[in-house]
C-alpha cells in the first residue's frame, strides 16, 4: 500500500509560479507511475499530469503544456509538479496519485490518492 501527501499549495497572482510535492511512503514508490490530477469546484476531477516508473516518459494535458512539469525523484520517494505561468483558471485542489498501470490519464487507472492541497491563483 501507498501512503500519499501534498504540499506545496497556496495563494498566488496570475503568473507566478509554485512547486507542488507529493511524499510518499513505502518500498515500492518506484514501481507506481505516478500523476497529478485536481478539482475544481462544481467540476470533476481532471489530469494535469503523469509521469513512468522511471521519469523516463511524461505525459501532460493540453492546458498546461508548456508551463506545467512533473518530475519524480525515486531516491527521496516524492513526485514533484513544477507549475509556471498560473492562470486563474488553474485554481483548484491538486491530488498526487499511484498507479501500477502504468502513467494514465484517466482518474479510475489510479489506486492510491494524496488527500489534495489547494492552489489558489487570483486575477
Known amino acids: 500500500q501507498v501512503q500519499l501527501v501534498e504540499s506545496g499549495g497556496g495563494l498566488v497572482q496570475a503568473g507566478g509560479s509554485l512547486r507542488l510535492s507529493c511524499a510518499a511512503s513505502g518500498r515500492t514508490f518506484s514501481s507506481y507511475a505516478m500523476g497529478w490530477f485536481r478539482q475544481a469546484p462544481g467540476k470533476e476531477r481532471e489530469f494535469v499530469a503523469s509521469?513512468?516508473?522511471?521519469?523516463?516518459?511524461?505525459s501532460y494535458a493540453d492546458s498546461v503544456k508548456g508551463r506545467f512539469t512533473i518530475t519524480r525523484d525515486n531516491a527521496k520517494n516524492r513526485v514533484y509538479l513544477q507549475m509556471n505561468g498560473l492562470e486563474p483558471e488553474d485554481t483548484a485542489v491538486y491530488y498526487c496519485?499511484?498507479?501500477?498501470?502504468?502513467?494514465?490519464?484517466?482518474?479510475?487507472?489510479?489506486?492510491?490518492w494524496g488527500q489534495g492541497t489547494q492552489v489558489t491563483v487570483s486575477s
Open positions: 496519485a499511484a498507479s501500477r498501470k502504468g502513467y494514465r490519464s484517466s482518474v479510475r487507472e489510479y489506486e492510491y
Open positions: 509521469i513512468s516508473w522511471s521519469g523516463g516518459s511524461t
